[in-house]
């Protein structure tokens, strides 16, 4: 069909300890999803939030606009509406509220039927040291690899 679309949130996985993930559809407009299809999306400052009907919205997710869109062109940055099941939903609500945690979209992807999914964590932000000890890991890591690579 088409190929497929992967643009992940690097910045959330630096920043927060992720605790549990789930795999959330996305309201779109016809625009939105052309526009995602080309990789024109970006959800590094976006998070998600609950308004007072109980539905989940992701705030801040940047979607360009579609280059041959004409006046049905949609807005760069609005409001998405999330679709989860009933029981996920509240789940996620209980633990924003009652344990601090916050929830933050991780990837933007296309399954193999072209359809716009986005991955969202439950998280908890890290501190200081923690990120310093992430940054820590990944030197060690890079290190071994080329020290691997070398003596090949």
């Known amino acids: 069909m088409q190929k497929t679309v992967n643009i992940l949130n690097k910045r959330a996985r630096f920043d927060y300890e992720i605790i549990e993930t789930y795999t959330a559809g996305i309201v779109l407009t016809g625009t939105e999803i052309k526009s995602i299809r080309l990789g024109k999306a970006q959800i590094v400052d976006s998070f998600c939030e609950f308004n007072e009907g109980g539905e989940l919205f992701a705030i801040n997710t940047s979607i360009e606009e579609?280059?041959?869109g004409n006046q049905f062109n949609h807005k760069a940055r609005s409001e998405r509406k999330l679709l989860l099941n009933k029981r996920e939903l509240k789940?996620?609500?209980r633990s924003v509220d009652t344990k601090g945690l916050t929830i933050v979209p991780l990837r933007l992807f296309t399954?193999?039927?072209?359809i716009a999914k986005l991955e969202i964590g439950l998280c908890k932000g890290k501190k200081t040291y923690d990120?310093?000890?992430s940054l820590k890991?990944?030197?060690t890591k890079r290190d071994l690899d080329r020290i691997k690579k070398a003596y090949r």
């Open 66 to 68: 579609y280059a041959f």
């Open 91 to 93: 789940n996620l609500a």
């Open 111 to 114: 399954n193999e039927k072209g």
């Open 131 to 133: 990120k310093r000890e």
């Open 137 to 139: 890991e990944q030197d």
